[in-house]
């Protein structure tokens, strides 16, 4: 059985969050900036697997929307 999961986010610049988060992913996954958005699918065979790997991409996004935030802020001055 194949299980997917997407992950849809906005964000002010979503092509740098979606380049930061690219090194991150693992063959079961891809990600790709649409306009103002994020979207990662993962795609895996065991739900535990597909959880775990969404929970830790959570955690990669929240780091570097993070990034991405300090750095606009620095441009900004």
């Not at 999961?5 to 990600?31: C, F, W």
């Not at 979207?39 to 775990?52: D, M, N, P």
């Not at 991405?68 to 802020?73: F, M, N, V």
């Amino acid at each position: 059985m194949k299980i997917e999961g997407k992950i849809t986010t906005q964000h002010r610049d979503a092509g740098y969050v979606a380049a930061a988060l690219a090194p991150d992913n693992l063959r079961s996954m891809e990600t790709v900036a649409m306009g103002d958005r994020v979207v990662t699918t993962i795609t895996g065979t065991q739900l535990r697997s597909v959880i775990a790997s969404m929970d830790d991409y959570l955690m990669n996004l929240a780091v570097a929307e993070d990034a991405c935030s300090l750095h606009r802020g620095k441009t900004n001055r």
